[in-house]
């Protein structure tokens, strides 16, 4: 063969094989880029809030990439469990949503540790017209007549602040017709010792609820209001007098009483011989 023909076809063969190489390795990395799909579980149907998950209540839908932490593959995990945040669904079920293995279902699922639910028997006034829904953060304030018996009428005192609303004027299971069961009744968390002073002040006061902005934390510094101060009657307490040293009085001494003189007359006789004489005395009056 001509040593030139051959020369062309063994450098065709090298670029055609380099060419091959490049194509390959191309196609290789697009391969390699897909992201790969993983069947997680996800809610069949809207799962609310306090429901106990059963098996019937999950199903499974793909998930492209890597599984982010809190989600599973496998249902058991979260079988048995109470919800505490709604999941809706096709919703992934994470496992922050979910209460703690043991802990049942119901409000109760909900309260942190160290916390409790403290339930405040409410109206259409005192339950803000309705607005005081679950998550919101409320002040608590509370009307009446203190016990002293003070003069000045019924008094206004806040007495907790920056509280949240666990549930508020409905039932976490649903009637026969699938809607809200309507309930006079808004639990607050608190804790033990805001527990004691709001079951308290439920019996002997009246109570009502304050909306306030979720982002405002500030504690706000009240000394309450009374009857007397809407009218403007409160009188300046009267100042205390002044104590003033007591001044030494000086008693003048009374003048000695003048002196009173007396006369005594002394006769002697000598014989035939008769003398007089007189003695002059000076005595003070008492």
């Given at each position: 063969m001509n040593p030139r023909l051959l020369k062309i076809v063994v450098l065709a063969l090298a670029i055609a094989a380099g060419t091959s190489f490049l194509v390959y390795k191309m196609v290789k990395n697009r391969i390699n880029d897909v992201p790969v799909s993983t069947k997680i579980v996800v809610a069949a149907k809207t799962l609310d809030l306090g429901l106990v998950v059963h098996d019937t209540d999950l199903t499974f839908a793909n998930w492209v990439g890597p599984v982010p932490k809190g989600l599973s593959t496998d249902p058991k995990a979260f079988i048995g469990r109470g919800v505490v945040s709604t999941i809706y669904e096709g919703e992934p079920v994470a496992d922050n949503r979910l209460a703690a293995n043991g802990a049942g279902g119901g409000l109760a699922a909900t309260i942190p540790n160290g916390m409790r639910a403290c339930a405040v028997r409410v109206n259409e006034v005192v339950g803000v017209a309705g607005f005081v829904v679950p998550g919101m953060r409320v002040d608590v304030l509370i009307s009446g007549n203190p016990p002293t018996g003070s003069a000045a009428g019924p008094r206004v005192k806040t007495i907790l602040q920056n509280v949240q609303v666990l549930s508020a004027g409905q039932d976490y299971q649903?009637?026969?017709?699938?809607?809200?069961?309507?309930?006079?009744v808004v639990n607050l968390l608190v804790t033990p010792e805001q527990a004691e002073?709001?079951?308290?002040?439920?019996?002997?006061?009246?109570?009502?609820?304050?909306?306030?902005?979720?982002?405002?934390?500030?504690?706000?510094?009240?000394?309450?209001?009374a009857m007397s101060d809407l009218f403007g009657d409160a009188r300046p307490a009267a100042p205390a007098?002044?104590?003033?040293a007591p001044r030494k009085v000086e008693v003048p001494q009374p003048a000695p009483p003048p002196s009173v003189l007396q006369t005594q007359r002394v006769e002697v006789l000598n014989g035939p011989k008769r003398t007089e004489t007189s003695f002059t005395k000076a005595e003070e009056n008492r």
């Open positions: 649903k009637n026969a017709e699938g809607k809200p069961v309507q309930v006079p002073i709001l079951s308290l002040a439920s019996n002997e006061t009246r109570i009502q609820l304050v909306l306030r902005n979720p982002l405002d934390n500030e504690t706000a510094k009240t000394s309450g209001s007098p002044a104590r003033v």
